[in-house]
């Protein structure tokens, strides 16, 4: 008989919903005690259900609740052993914020503006904030209608709870949705729907990090939210340069094993990973057995030139996870996004999101489904192309020729922004705290660096704003910047200095 049927397992009568919870909560304490010792092989699922009377659902559950916080191990073949290395139980002293503790916390916030920026909610006559669409022309009409009749369809349906993955006709729509738009090969069943890319970065925090410092690679400069769920699981984040060409994959730490990266669009940048730099990426996740977290967040949004492939459809060792999300091209407030998830892990990242908010809402779900189906969001991208197109022309020009002395605008052929790289000691912290103050919102580009010396720069949006204020703004705020570095050093000349370039 095998060692673990040896153990007293005490669980609650059958039906009861904490029987899981139980389960694996005396597993868990019998690998931490040692009675369960580090390397055993642990029997079969089928087996542990027969064992202790319950469900072979069950089972699985709790072996992939325990996988993802480290204390088992899964291998290829062999079966399911007791971890080697388990992770540290969190102790009295660490459940408790020291002073010391607290103020390192209230930095790290107050050090990710996208997260904790009240100003982010505000409205301002001249607004170039970033990850906004303009929904002004977002058909409301045709979605409500949509919406309506799926409301219909599902008062004919049983009120009950759905599964984690999300509604199998969403997963659908995405699957065909991003075969047509990013070349992406999934089918329905690789997909799991999420509460907007957030919550995807952090279920994959959860199930990817599976020991404290374990190593994180993240563009710097970079998205902030999305470092700030790998440094809420525990991990140890290393920043890695972006230049010309996207990621510098030379200089990803050798100890990697999860590597965050915005192929399509750098954000905040703009550039895009190169080929030769994505094979590169590929051929290190592979040779070191790390994972690549892939963040298309505006991909649908396209002015020049053909897009290149894909990482995960260039993958062929399932090391990538695709994230996706509606933000952009349909609107914030929808919170639905998605992962394209390699098959070995989607067991385990459904057990999280189930523990985490079970499944996302079904209204929004069927109706998006439906709206996608329908050509709806299709056709609403190709309205927003040409807007979208016109603003950033308007954009560069003007930044071209009317802020040559101070910026220098990086090219992109995608997203919702623009960068411009500062120039000639053009202060843009300075800049963009004084034009808020004047309601002219642009984001200096140094909130998003990580390492020092930081480079300055402007990070203009215009998903939000039209042609007329984009001209007012820019206008506005070359009479700023002007006065601005007049009053800094008077006297001084700074026009023609020379560009800083990217490194």
Known sequence: MEP???????????????RLRALHHQLRTAIIEGRLQPGLKLPPTRSLAAAFGVSRNTAVT???????????????????????????????????????????????????????????VQ??????????PDTKHFPFEEWRRVSARVLRSLSKTSATYQPPQGSAALREAIARHVSLTRAVACQADDIIVTAGAQQAFDLLARVLVTRTRMVVALEDPGYPPARAAFAASGAKLIPVPVDEEGLIVERLPPQAKVIYVTPSHQFPLGTSLSLRRRAALLEFAQARGAVIIEDDYDGEFRFGGRPLDALQTLDRAESVFYVGTFSKSVFPMIRLGFIVSPPW??????????????HCAVLPQETLAAFISDGLLARHVRTMRPIYNERREVLLQTLHRDFDRWLVP???????????????????????????????????LRRFHTSR????????????????????????????????????????????????AIR
């Open 62 to 120: 709790a072996y992939s609740l325990l996988l993802s916080e480290g204390y088992i191990t899964s291998r290829h073949g062999p079966g399911t052993y007791v971890a080697t290395a388990l992770p540290q139980p969190p102790t009295k002293k660490s459940a408790t914020i020291s002073p010391a503790s607290d103020r390192r916390l209230n930095a790290f916030w107050r050090s990710h503006p996208r997260l904790s920026d009240e100003s982010s």
């Open 410 to 444: 990086l090219p992109s052929s995608a997203g919702l922004h623009v960068t411009a790289l500062a120039k000639g000691g053009f202060d843009a912290d300075t800049v963009s705290a004084q034009a808020l103050e004047r309601g002219i919102r642009v984001t200096s």
């Open 345 to 358: 892990a989607r067991s385990t990242l459904l057990t999280v999101k189930q523990l985490t908010d079970w």
């Open 453 to 500: 010396p930081a480079r300055q720069g402007l990070i203009f949006g215009y998903g939000a704003i039209d042609v007329a204020r984009i001209r007012e703004g820019l206008k506005r705020l070359h009479s700023l910047a002007s006065l601005s570095l007049s009053r800094s050093s008077p006297g001084t000349p700074r026009a023609h200095a020379r560009s800083s």
């Open 123 to 132: 409205d301002y006559p001249y607004d170039f904030g970033l990850g906004v």
């Open 4 to 18: 673990l049927f040896e153990l007293s397992i005490a669980l609650p009568p059958r039906g009861s919903r904490e």
